[in-house]
């Protein structure tokens, strides 16, 4: 069974850091390309970053370069997302995303998302 499962998320101050884990299960981790995304309420779901496969490079959406840093360890089968210096407008529920390099996100597998609240 293909699973994608998120945890790490809470409460946090702003200006504080948080570490997201997404542990996969069910299938050949290390074959696919791994992305965080986040919504807002009433917003549309966004990219934040993304790692590939072979070489482990890495892109940020513009906005959380500098902040954010995403990373996988393929033998643990778990990919991770450090957020730091959390501002309010952070506040979203991140989705962790594994596809074949190639495809579309929406043809990939999704975790059902983990809370962040950034907020004093």
């Known amino acids: 069974q293909v699973q994608l499962v998120e945890s790490g998320g809470g409460l946090v101050q702003p200006g504080g850091s948080l570490r997201l884990s997404c542990a996969a299960s069910?299938?050949?981790?290390?074959?696919?390309?791994l992305s965080w995304y986040r919504q807002a309420p009433g917003k549309e779901r966004e990219l934040v970053a993304t790692i590939t496969i072979a070489d482990g490079s890495t892109n940020y959406a513009e906005s959380k370069k500098g902040r954010f840093t995403i990373s996988r360890d393929n033998a643990k089968k778990t990919g991770y997302l450090q957020m730091n210096s959390l501002k309010p407008e952070d506040t979203a529920v991140y989705y962790c995303?594994?596809?074949?390099?190639?495809?579309?996100?929406?043809?990939?597998?999704w975790g059902q998302g983990t809370q962040v609240t950034v907020s004093s």
């Open positions: 995303n594994a596809r074949v390099r190639g495809s579309s996100p929406s043809a990939g597998y």
């Open positions: 069910g299938f050949i981790f290390s074959m696919y390309v």
